[in-house]
C-alpha cells in the first residue's frame, strides 16, 4: 500500500488511527498492539500476499533466537545465537535479493550452468532485515532484552517505517510503545504529524513524480543523449531520488506523530554539505548509523592505525553499494562514495565552514568545496540510476563528449503534466511552433523550484520552527489538495526496490 494513494489516507490511516486510539482508550492496551500489528501486516501483504509468508517467517525466526538467549549461561552459547541470527537474517537477504547476481556471476567467470531462480523481490526486505538483525546483535552480547512477541511484531511491522525505513532500533521504539502515556491523543504530535506528512508527500507526488518523466526517458536513450541532456537528466535524477526517498521519510516521521511515536529523522539537508564525509552525514543517517555501528566499529574503526581505518572506511561504503541493490552498479557507486570519503578522511584538503573538524594541509572556501561535492555527488548518481556498467559508462561518454545535438527537446517535451494543460493548449492554438520552448521552461522551472526548496528549512526546521498559524495551515491545505489531485499520475517509491 503507498502512502500516496487513495485507499491508505482516506481508508487505512483513519481506520488504523481510530482503531488505535479506540482500543487505548478504553484501557486495551495489549489488543491495541496487535492491532496496530495486524493492520501493518495488511498494509505490507496489500502489494503482494506472498510477501506477508517472508516477513512472518523472518519475525518468527529473529524471535525465537530472542527466546532462546534467555536460556544463554556462557559467552559460547551467546556466539552461537550471533552466528544463528546472521546467517538467517543474511541468508534471507542473499536468497531473495541476490542469489541471481551471485550465481549470473560465477556462471560468467567460470563457465558454469547454474539455474537462476528470477526471485520476486519482496517489499522492503533490506530495511526490515537490517532492523531485526540490529535487535539480534545487540541481544547476543547483552545490550537487549528479551520481549513479549506482540512487542516484537509491532517494532518490526510498524507501518509508518517497514517498507523504506528509517531503519529503528528497538532502544527507541519499544519504550515508545510501553509508555502509556503515548497512547492518550495528543492534538499537537497530531498537527506536526499532519505538517511532516503533508510536506513529504508534495516532496513525492509533486515533485519527484514528475521530475520521473524526463529522468526514465533518458535513461532509456542513453545512447542518444547530447552532453546538456545528459548532465540536466542527472541533475533532475539527483533532485528526484532525494525529494523521493525524503519525501518518504518525511511521510513515516509524521505518520509516527500521529501516533505519538517519535522516528528518527533520515536526512538534514544533505545537499548543502560542503565534502562528500559531511554529505553522509546528513543523508540516509539511519543507514549511516547502522553501518558505523554493526560493521564500522566491530572492524576496528579509526583505532588501529589508518591505513586499517581506510579500509573500514572502504567496506562500510561498499556494503552500502551493495546493500542498495544486486547490480555491478551499485557496487561501482558505493566504491566511489567511499573512495570520496576516504579523500576527505586524509586531511590534504580542507572546507572552511564545514562539520569536519579534523585539520587539513589546505582549504578552500565553502562554496567551492560545496561545488565540488555537489558535482560528484551528480556523477556517482550514473552508476546509481543505469540498469549496467555499460549505460552508466555511456552517460560518462555523453557528459564528455562535449557535443550539442538539440536533443533535450526530445527529453523535455516528455514532460506532459496536467497542471499545464491549459497552456499547452493555448500554445498549440496561438504558436504551435513554440511548443517545445514551452516544455523546456517547464523543465526548468521544476529544476529551479527545485533546486530553491532544497536552500530552504528542511522538514523537521519548518515543524520546529515555524508556528501553527493560519499561513501555515493555508500552505498545508494547498499542498495537500494539490498531491491528492495528482495520484492519477503515481509512482511507487525508488527505494522500494531496495
Not at 500516496?4 to 481506520?15: A, T
Not at 492534538?187 to 511532516?196: E, L, Q, T, W
Not at 582549504?363 to 560545496?370: A, E, K, S, V
Not at 530552504?456 to 515555524?466: G, H, L, S
Amino acid at each position: 500500500m503507498l502512502f500516496n494513494s487513495y485507499i491508505f489516507i482516506f481508508i487505512f490511516l483513519p481506520l488504523t488511527l481510530v482503531g488505535w486510539y479506540m482500543l487505548n482508550h478504553f484501557k486495551a492496551y495489549e489488543a491495541a498492539k496487535f492491532f496496530l500489528a495486524g493492520m501493518s501486516l495488511w498494509f505490507y501483504g496489500y502489494f503482494n500476499i506472498y510477501y506477508l509468508a517472508v516477513i512472518i517467517a523472518s519475525i518468527l525466526g529473529n524471535y525465537l533466537i530472542s527466546f532462546l538467549m534467555k536460556f544463554s549461561h556462557s559467552k559460547i552459547t551467546g556466539y552461537a545465537g550471533l552466528l544463528t541470527g546472521l546467517l538467517l537474517n543474511l541468508g534471507f537477504l542473499f536468497y531473495f535479493k541476490y542469489y541471481d547476481f551471485f550465481f549470473e556471476n560465477i556462471n560468467l567467470a567460470f563457465h558454469t550452468n547454474f539455474n537462476l531462480k528470477y526471485i520476486l523481490l519482496p517489499l522492503g526486505i533490506s530495511f526490515f532485515t537490517f532492523q531485526q538483525l540490529s535487535f539480534i546483535i545487540d541481544r547476543c552480547i547483552g545490550k537487549a532484552e528479551h520481549y513479549s512477541f506482540v512487542n516484537y511484531v509491532t517494532f518490526v511491522t510498524f507501518f509508518p517505517q517497514l517498507i523504506a525505513g528509517p531503519i529503528v532500533l528497538y532502544k527507541e521504539m519499544m519504550p515508545q510503545f510501553e509508555d502509556r502515556t503515548n497512547r492518550r491523543f495528543n492534538g499537537d504530535n497530531f498537527a506536526k504529524g499532519i505538517v511532516f506528512f503533508t510536506i513529504g508527500l508534495g516532496k513525492k507526488v509533486l515533485l519527484a513524480d514528475v521530475l520521473a518523466i524526463p529522468v526514465n526517458f533518458g535513461f532509456e536513450q542513453t545512447a542518444f543523449l547530447d552532453t546538456p541532456s545528459a548532465l540536466l537528466v542527472i541533475l533532475a535524477y539527483t533532485f528526484e531520488i532525494y525529494f523521493d526517498f525524503s519525501g518518504y521519510s518525511d511521510m513515516a516521521i509524521g505518520l509516527g506523530k500521529m501516533f505519538n511515536i517519535e522516528l528518527p529523522v533520515n536526512f538534514n539537508s544533505p545537499y548543502k554539505a560542503c565534502c562528500v564525509k559531511e554529505l553522509w552525514q546528513r543523508w540516509h543517517m539511519t543507514l549511516s548509523r547502522f553501518f558505523v555501528q554493526y560493521v564500522y566499529i566491530p572492524l576496528g574503526g579509526s583505532r588501529k592505525g589508518k591505513i586499517r581505518t581506510i579500509f573500514n572506511t572502504f567496506m562500510v561504503f561498499f556494503l552500502s553499494g551493495l546493500w542498495h541493490g544486486a547490480n555491478w552498479t551499485y557496487i561501482a557507486w558505493g566504491t566511489m562514495q567511499g573512495l570520496l570519503v576516504i579523500w576527505d578522511n586524509l586531511g590534504i584538503i580542507g572546507v572552511k565552514g564545514s562539520n569536519e573538524k579534523a585539520p587539513a594541509k589546505i582549504y578552500i572556501p565553502g562554496w567551492l568545496g560545496w561545488i565540488f561535492t555537489f558535482g560528484f555527488f551528480n556523477l556517482s548518481l550514473f552508476f546509481f540510476r543505469s540498469d549496467n556498467m555499460a549505460d552508466a559508462f555511456q552517460m560518462f561518454r555523453n557528459v564528455f563528449a562535449f557535443k550539442n545535438t538539440g536533443y533535450l527537446y526530445k527529453v523535455v517535451v516528455n514532460l506532459d503534466i496536467p497542471e499545464f494543460y491549459l497552456l499547452k493548449q493555448a500554445v498549440n492554438m496561438v504558436r504551435p511552433d513554440l511548443l517545445n520552448y514551452m516544455y523546456m521552461m517547464i523543465f526548468f522551472l521544476v529544476l529551479i523550484i527545485s533546486g530553491f526548496i532544497l536552500t530552504r528549512k528542511n522538514t523537521a526546521q519548518i515543524v520546529n520552527d515555524c508556528p501553527l498559524n493560519t499561513k501555515l495551515c493555508l500552505f498545508v491545505t494547498l499542498v495537500f489538495v494539490w498531491s491528492v489531485i495528482s495520484f492519477s499520475q503515481v509512482s511507487t517509491f525508488i527505494y522500494f526496490n531496495f
